[in-house]
């Protein structure tokens, strides 16, 4: 198989799995951490304003670098 193991249907479609139910779950902790605050709308401006800052310290080289966005790109196949 080219590409080996990791460019297998099952494997693919087992890691996107793995990864959509963990997106899920972080989103679920900060869904929740907005609901118990006592102004919505702050704590979702803090939560985001807190994700840029890290993300420009990451274009900065400042601390870990920040994730990036999952995209799903496939590959063009020749015949």
Known sequence: MIGGPS???????????VRILDRGDQKEEMLRAVREHDDPYAARRALYLERQRERVAAL???????????RCRRREVSR
């Open 7 to 17: 460019r297998s249907r099952s494997y693919v479609v087992g890691a996107a799995a």
């Open 60 to 70: 900065h080289g400042e601390g870990p670098p920040a994730p990036l966005p999952h």
